[in-house]
């Protein structure tokens, strides 16, 4: 299965960029060449325009190996969020940096800005939580921390170009609250909604990924992959080869969320 030729491997942070690029020229050999680093000028750019070093910050060094391996260009990696429209080039942060710091009323001291959409949504790291700091979306935490939030865009990637077949099953926000609440029992109070939809899908025996986190559980097994996503609701995809193997992981998992149900075919 096309899992087993692409690594996804699991290290220290220091070696961040080297594993994702193998992880990503193992989809596309020329992948490498195509990105382009962040010059140390602009990096310096972006600390003044950030302004962090007045508070005794400083570029956390999982982003700050992002900028310099492909800060001017990641070639579509970041591009696999949303529907798009990514803006996550340095040039671009630094020009747009003051608008999305007013827009959403973000503390300079405590958030780093480094990825925008055309919709005006926006990405922050989450300062003094280490080197490899939480990503977080409109306040929230949006990927447990950024090496992850990397390696999920890379699976995703692979999900999009790599299987010919995909299932996406979605509910409301509403929908979701409401079905967390209807199977919640004194013990399930205690685990967070992510542990809850990992229990439920046990009986499938995927292997999970290093990178999964709180708001996303990424699972393999050996005819298909999976993608939860509770950042907005429940979002579960599923891709493979196998049209068969899909048809069948669509009519288990309405029967597991029955009352949430809502399932898109695509053909990749």
């Avoid at 899909?246 to 288990?252: G, H, N, R, W």
Wanted: aromatic letters at 14%.
């Amino acid at each position: 299965m096309v899992i087993n030729q692409i690594p996804f491997k699991e290290g220290p942070v220091e070696t961040m960029a080297e594993r994702l690029f193998q992880t990503m020229n193992a989809m596309d050999p020329q992948w490498q060449a195509k990105v382009k680093p962040a010059t140390q000028n602009q990096i310096h750019a972006l600390q003044q325009t950030a302004g962090i070093q007045q508070y005794g910050r400083s570029i956390p060094f999982a982003y700050l190996q992002f900028l310099e391996t492909m800060g001017q260009n990641d070639n579509g990696l970041l591009a696999q969020e949303w529907d798009g429209g990514i803006e996550a080039n340095i040039d671009s942060i630094i020009e747009d940096y003051a608008y999305y710091i007013d827009l959403y009323e973000i503390d300079r001291s405590e958030y780093l800005l480094f990825c925008t959409n055309w919709t005006e949504s926006a990405l922050f790291l989450k300062l003094a939580t280490g080197e490899n700091p939480p990503v977080y979306h409109c306040g929230k935490l949006f990927a447990g921390s950024f090496e992850k939030y990397l390696f999920q865009m890379a699976f995703r990637k692979m999900e999009r170009t790599r299987f010919s077949y995909e299932i996406d099953f979605s509910s409301s926000s509403k929908a979701f609250a409401d079905f967390l609440s209807q199977m919640s029992t004194p013990e399930a109070l205690c685990t967070k909604p992510i542990e809850r939809i990992e229990q439920m899908l046990k009986p499938y025996r995927l292997q999970k990924a290093w990178f999964s986190d709180e708001v996303h559980f990424l699972g393999v097994s050996s005819e298909y992959i999976m993608r939860v996503d509770l950042d907005w609701a429940l979002n579960i995809i599923v891709s493979s080869d196998q049209f068969s193997v899909l048809q069948k992981m669509k009519k288990s998992l309405n029967e597991l969320f029955r009352e949430i149900a809502n399932w898109s075919d695509q053909c990749m």
